[in-house]
């Protein structure tokens, strides 16, 4: 089969031919539909920290090709979403519930051959079917959307409550598209990129701000007399969390959901002084998964708005090379 495969750092992604695998007893094989780009994907090969000839992605949507023994409810062609972790089930984390923190994960498109390629051998556990009505391009958009909706939960932002939504990339844009649905009284997106700033008006934002210009603090001020009660930090580079704290309302909550790799400073004094609640927001949960998906296949939130590309296996390294320094993309998928 085709792979699409790492190489070394800041190296284009290369095609090559790879034997197709195989379902062992327990393991089922997709082949795959969709595969969007992530930013850490771009990030692990900008910076290396992967081996060479490594399969990324891992948001992806698939039919089943080959069913393993043993393995039951699956038949050949199910469509598929699939869940990138597959955690170990015996560490304390799994035993409590809290698979999300699984000491011992294994990610999909990471230390497990991923969906740059046209199948993948993997586990059922990791395989829901997908619901009638949800197309596959939506599909692969479930997995940042779960990271948006989980993002929603750590902040407990109840309706009627203002927010801001610092970055609208991927991530920002389904955190906003999350803020409307749960009936946030105001939306304000602070985007540096006219083109992510259209998409984050598609996505529910109230208004949309350059924060190389305006405040997002001052234009949301201007339409509900007050400062956000949640911050969601979506970009991830250093001095972004000491911003959102300046942001924030006295007692207001902030949300991190930008991966910054490197070290940052905050102000301590500036935080407890305006007693501001710091929250990180990583994970996903399986329900959050399940919720995603039908809410997505009903039609009730779109993803549509920000997938801006899609392109065939032969065209993707360029398209993932090219977003490293977007201009008009936002969600890039492959499609098969
Ligand atoms: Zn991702
Ligand atoms: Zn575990």
């Given at each position: 089969m085709k792979a699409c495969v790492f190489k070394a750092p800041g190296a284009p992604l290369e095609i090559i031919e790879v034997p197709d695998p195989k379902a062992g007893p327990g393991e089922v094989v997709v082949r795959v539909k969709n595969c969007g780009i992530c930013g850490s994907d771009l990030h692990a090969a900008q910076y290396g920290v992967l081996p060479s000839g490594t399969i990324m992605g891992h948001e992806f949507s698939a039919v089943v090709d080959e069913v393993g023994n043993g393995v039951t409810g699956f038949e050949l062609g199910d469509p598929v979403m699939v869940v990138p972790m597959i955690n170990c089930g015996v560490c304390e984390f799994c035993r409590s519930g809290q698979a999300l923190l699984c000491t011992r994960q294994t990610g999909i498109g990471f230390e497990a051959p991923g969906a740059y390629a046209e199948k993948v051998r993997t586990r059922p556990e990791v395989l829901l079917k997908m619901p009638p009505g949800l197309s596959h391009r939506a599909a692969a958009t479930v997995e940042p959307v779960v990271v948006g909706l989980h993002g929603l939960h750590r902040s407990k932002l109840l309706a009627g409550e203002t927010c801001v939504v610092m970055g609208a990339g991927p991530i920002g844009l389904v955190t906003t598209m999350w803020a409307r649905f749960a009936g946030a009284r105001a939306v304000v997106v602070s985007e540096m990129a006219e083109g992510r700033r259209a998409m984050a008006l598609k996505m529910g934002a109230d208004a949309v701000v350059n924060p190389r210009e305006q405040s997002p603090v001052k234009e949301l001020v201007k339409m509900t007399g007050d400062g956000p009660d949640v911050v969601f930090e979506c970009i991830g580079v250093p001095g972004t969390i000491g911003?959102?704290?300046?942001?924030?309302?006295?007692?207001?909550?902030?949300?991190?959901?930008?991966?910054?790799?490197?070290?940052?400073?905050?102000?301590?004094?500036?935080?407890?002084?305006?007693?501001?609640?710091?929250?990180?927001?990583?994970?996903?949960?399986?329900?959050?998964?399940?919720?995603?998906?039908?809410?997505?296949?009903?039609?009730?939130?779109?993803?549509?708005p920000m997938i801006t590309h899609v392109v065939g296996i032969d065209d993707f390294p360029r398209a993932f090379t090219a977003l490293s320094h977007p201009t008009d993309q936002c969600k890039v998928m492959l499609e098969f």
């Open positions: 911003e959102a704290i300046r942001y924030v309302r006295k007692g207001g909550r902030v949300v991190v959901l930008g991966a910054c790799p490197e070290n940052d400073t905050i102000s301590p004094m500036r935080a407890l002084k305006r007693e501001v609640d710091l929250r990180f927001s990583a994970g996903a949960e399986l329900r959050e998964f399940e919720t995603a998906m039908a809410l997505l296949a009903s039609g009730r939130i779109s993803t549509e």
